[in-house]
């Protein structure tokens, strides 16, 4: 049963695919000009998430940070220059955002088998959805096509990703505003489910929110303190911080959400009985957070002619 639901949900997603209006995107979009592109994806994310289980959490999140600001065009990825102040100097990805090396070196090998080919914008979005895959998580059909921004916005990154402190209704408007709904929001959240957040995303919380389990609090205290210590981490799920699996929300009914925004989602708000849900069946998890995923991938790609594709990742041809 399980597998035939599944399949239902895989035929959904490439049902979505179909009906995009942008036809440039489709999953066999370099099934001729690079074939083994999947194949070199899939190797070095093998090898990365052997040597460090976090760097999967690390890319899942570049990829979400990626697509928030300008769809998903590869801006992240790419180093400040004279012309312009990018994204990875912004608040939500200074001294945050990691895992550039491992997408360096899948745009290596990848330029070494089919030169100025694939673009950054879709190593990113490959390599997502492998991480979560070798993390015990699910996988999904991965829409190609895109193509690399020439400019990146410290300015749009401050305003448009998310912040850790964001009530329900903030949070429900910005994610809205990329073209998902309340349901992508809860199921895209679980990717807290793996990975690490700083003292200073979560002190506030664990200091002054009152919907929060005291012991948990007191937990996160002890390396936490009051000032100081804003770089030290903590796991975003308790449970599990190494598997993606539906412990997160597990967490959040228990009250114990890392991040003020993580527990909004459970806060005797509209949301919580979808939270419940999930934590109670993985497969429900995982059917939305894959179709979510897919949603995500296809905000405001480049296409055609738009954009370019990178040699390098880092800075514009």
Same mark, same amino acid.
């Given at each position: 049963?399980?597998?035939?639901?599944?399949?239902?949900?895989?035929?959904? &997603? &490439?049902?979505?695919? %179909?009906?995009?209006?942008?036809?440039?995107?489709?999953?066999?979009?370099?099934?001729?000009?690079?074939?083994?592109?999947?194949?070199?994806?899939?190797?070095?994310?093998?090898?990365? $998430?052997?040597?460090?289980?976090?760097?999967?959490?690390?890319?899942? *999140?570049?990829?979400?940070?990626?697509?928030? $600001? #300008? %769809?998903?065009?590869?801006?992240?990825?790419?180093?400040?220059?004279?012309?312009?102040?990018?994204?990875?100097?912004?608040?939500?990805?200074?001294?945050?955002?990691? !895992?550039?090396?491992?997408?360096?070196?899948?745009?290596?090998?990848?330029?070494?088998?089919?030169?100025?080919?694939?673009?950054?914008?879709?190593?990113?979005?490959?390599?997502?959805?492998?991480?979560?895959?070798?993390?015990?998580?699910?996988?999904?059909?991965?829409?190609? !096509?895109?193509?690399?921004?020439?400019?990146?916005?410290?300015?749009?990154?401050?305003?448009?990703?998310?912040?850790?402190?964001?009530?329900?209704?903030?949070? /429900?408007?910005?994610?809205?505003?990329?073209?998902?709904?309340?349901?992508?929001?809860?199921?895209?959240?679980?990717?807290?489910?793996?990975?690490?957040?700083?003292?200073?995303?979560?002190?506030?919380?664990?200091?002054?929110?009152?919907?929060?389990?005291?012991?948990?609090?007191?937990? *996160? *205290?002890?390396?936490?303190?009051?000032?100081?210590?804003?770089?030290?981490?903590?796991?975003?799920?308790?449970?599990?911080?190494?598997?993606?699996?539906?412990?997160?929300?597990?967490?959040?009914?228990? *009250?114990?959400?890392?991040? #003020?925004?993580?527990?909004?989602?459970?806060?005797? !708000?509209?949301?919580?009985?979808?939270?419940?849900?999930?934590?109670?069946?993985?497969?429900?998890?995982?059917?939305?957070?894959?179709?979510?995923?897919?949603?995500?991938?296809? /905000?405001?790609?480049?296409?055609?002619?738009?954009?370019?594709?990178?040699?390098?990742?880092?800075?514009?041809?």
């Amino acid at each position: 049963m399980a597998s035939l639901k599944h399949f239902f949900v895989t035929l959904a &997603i &490439i049902s979505y695919l %179909g009906s995009l209006s942008n036809a440039q995107l489709s999953p066999f979009f370099y099934a001729r000009t690079c074939p083994k592109f999947p194949l070199i994806v899939r190797s070095v994310m093998k090898e990365a $998430v052997s040597r460090e289980l976090r760097i999967g959490a690390s890319i899942l *999140r570049l990829f979400f940070h990626d697509c928030f $600001v #300008h %769809g998903c065009d590869g801006s992240l990825l790419l180093d400040d220059t004279a012309n312009f102040t990018g994204e990875k100097s912004a608040l939500p990805n200074l001294n945050s955002a990691r !895992g550039f090396d491992v997408i360096d070196t899948i745009k290596t090998r990848v330029e070494a088998a089919c030169n100025a080919t694939v673009s950054c914008a879709d190593i990113l979005a490959l390599a997502a959805r492998d991480g979560v895959d070798f993390l015990g998580g699910p996988s999904w059909t991965v829409a190609l !096509g895109r193509r690399d921004a020439r400019t990146a916005s410290q300015n749009d990154a401050n305003s448009q990703l998310p912040p850790p402190f964001a009530n329900l209704t903030t949070l /429900i408007s910005m994610f809205a505003a990329k073209g998902l709904n309340a349901r992508d929001m809860t199921a895209l959240s679980g990717a807290h489910t793996i990975g690490l957040a700083q003292c200073f995303t979560f002190r506030e919380r664990i200091y002054n929110d009152t919907n929060i389990d005291p012991s948990f609090a007191i937990m *996160r *205290r002890a390396t936490c303190n009051v000032t100081g210590g804003d770089s030290n981490l903590a796991p975003l799920d308790l449970q599990t911080p190494n598997r993606f699996d539906n412990k997160y929300y597990e967490n959040l009914v228990a *009250r114990r959400g890392l991040l #003020h925004s993580d527990q909004e989602l459970f806060n005797n !708000g509209p949301l919580d009985a979808l939270v419940r849900t999930y934590s109670l069946n993985d497969e429900a998890f995982y059917d939305d957070f894959s179709v979510a995923m897919v949603k995500m991938g296809n /905000i405001s790609p480049l296409t055609g002619t738009n954009g370019e594709i990178r040699k390098n990742c880092r800075v514009v041809n």
